[in-house]
């Protein structure tokens, strides 16, 4: 649990953080996005690289490897004192978090081997993530507020040694039955098609339908078509493509990258809530904590549901009542008022739970045991992929609805006019050169402009949570509710216990 909540804790205290930083380091816009994309794109391209070495050297061993980097990259941005310093050190961050999210759901799969055993930890696991992305802008808005904005990164060390401290005693060490070496031609075109592909569509979403991004995404595709026909020669692949294969585990990943995608409108509940509602960015996480809090609770209990019945109910019925609170998303008008707006968030997020929970675990339940940190690796970089595409088509829809819907006064200045009719930044940026009746105006349009965009995404996103309920109930059927442990399950998990105190001792890699 303690990593999990410090990588979620990381990644979401840095964008509270940013506005400081540019300040006070003077970065330029494109060194601040290089901040936030460079973890982004160290993650997503080394997922499947740590998971497979994590099989192959041990996932406790490779957790420590990562946390003791998480800890130094973090101190080195805190005092980081240029911002090409600070970028180097989130790309350490991101090349240490890449690391720590496999391992952490490979040793799950390694200690609870009773299927009930392994839906509870990993719905728990989920749970902190989930937590941890809630609760990180309002603890890092309240350590830039006390100290200065390289406390917002220190708050992992402390963490860190604590996760070391107790998992040396309590995890248990293991990995695969194979131990043959990294392919590293295959590294190196897994790393160029997951980084192309993202970078492509966080071209997408900023530039729109570009050469760049259009190009980037081309060479991923490109290398990732390369790489799946080097890993069906090679004898011991650095990716076992035969996984893809199983139903169970294809559909959670198809699952997992739509729950990505949908994402995507939460860009403009935020934009929202800062433009038409004018709340400040730690006010703003503050009322999306009920609707993550409520995701926290539903997490936990989906487990229990799916005893009874089939888990692709669960999660079908849980998808149809996110698409059900998106849908109250249209029913937000622009005078700020929160009630509904609140709703229909809460509502989604109770949706969101059962896919959360089970997700990754009907994933790693369709692995083999010697593949967990493949396919833990997989499961991650499916749902980066499917945030990174969720911000690019959600994100470019929804600007395209903003342009399409604000009506600007035609006395405005030109440069005043494109400003504002591209964006909700734009306007603002520019509003302070008018006077103060055609400001108020402007300001009118924009909000409309900016709760039309919301309403727009929000069906989108309902339209695309419909159809992942008719995968999921069409393709995960066929998987029976948990029910009670069965002997196997039991003797499965037997297997790999610890020993007792009294037992001679091994090494680890040995018992398990």
């Not at 008018?434 to 300001?443: I, S, Y």
């Not at 039309?452 to 008719?470: F, I, K, P, Q, W």
Request: charge should be neutral.
């Amino acid at each position: 649990m303690l990593p999990t909540v410090l990588v979620a804790l990381d990644r979401s205290i840095l964008y509270l953080a940013l506005p400081h930083i540019g300040a006070d380091l003077h970065a330029s816009s494109v060194e601040q996005l290089w901040m936030t994309d460079i973890h982004d794109f160290m993650i997503a391209g080394l997922l499947v690289t740590m998971g497979t070495l994590g099989d192959r050297i041990g996932r406790k061993r490779l957790l420590f490897l990562g946390l003791a980097g998480f800890a130094g990259a973090n101190l080195l941005a805190a005092y980081a004192t240029t911002p090409e310093m600070l970028i180097g050190a989130r790309a350490l961050v991101g090349i240490a978090g890449s690391t720590i999210m496999p391992s952490t759901m490979a040793l799950i799969s390694a200690m609870f081997r009773d299927r009930r055993q392994h839906m509870t930890a990993i719905a728990v696991w989920m749970g902190c993530f989930t937590a941890g992305s809630a609760v990180g802008p309002v603890i890092g808005a309240g350590l830039i507020e006390e100290f200065w904005w390289g406390a917002a990164f220190l708050i992992g060390v402390p963490v860190t040694l604590l996760a070391v401290l107790l998992g040396a005693r309590l995890l248990p060490e293991h990995r695969g039955a194979t131990a043959a070496r990294i392919d590293l031609p295959s590294v190196v075109l897994s790393l160029a098609a997951i980084l192309s592909v993202v970078y492509g569509l966080k071209q997408l979403s900023r530039d729109g339908a570009a050469t760049t991004s259009l190009l980037a995404m081309v060479l991923g595709v490109l290398c990732a078509a390369m790489f799946v026909r080097r890993q069906r020669r090679l004898p011991n692949p650095l990716l076992d493509v035969r996984l893809f294969g199983n139903r169970a585990l294809s559909s959670a990943l198809v699952l997992t990258l739509c729950t990505g995608i949908v994402s995507g409108t939460i860009l403009f509940v935020y934009l929202y809530l800062q433009s038409v509602a004018g709340l400040s960015p730690s006010a703003t996480a503050l009322w999306l904590l009920p609707s993550t809090l409520t995701t926290v609770v539903v997490i936990q209990v989906a487990p229990l549901l799916v005893r009874r019945i089939r888990p692709a109910y669960a999660i079908g019925i849980g998808l149809v009542v996110q698409a059900v609170g998106y849908l109250l998303l249209t029913g937000v008008d622009d005078s700020g008022d929160l009630g509904m707006l609140v709703t229909g968030s809460v509502i989604a997020g109770i949706g969101l739970g059962p896919l959360a929970a089970l997700g990754a675990s009907l994933t790693l339940q369709a692995a083999p045991p010697d593949k967990a940190g493949s396919a833990a690796s997989l499961t991650e970089t499916a749902g980066e992929l499917g945030i990174a595409l969720g911000v690019a088509t959600i994100g470019l829809f929804g600007a395209a609805v903003y342009r399409n819907t604000i009506q600007l006064d035609p006395g405005l200045p030109p440069e005043v006019a494109a400003a504002a009719g591209d964006s909700a930044a734009g306007a603002f940026s520019v509003a302070g050169s008018l006077p103060t009746d055609q400001a108020q105006r402007l300001f009118s349009e924009v909000f409309g402009a900016v709760t039309a965009s919301l309403h727009g995404t929000a069906v989108a996103s309902a339209a695309v949570a419909l159809a992942a309920a008719v995968v999921a109930v069409t393709a995960l059927r066929h998987v029976a509710p948990v029910g009670r442990s069965s002997a196997g399950d039991a003797a499965a998990a037997a297997s790999t216990a610890l020993p007792r105190q009294d037992a001679p001792m091994a090494r680890p890699d040995r018992v398990s």
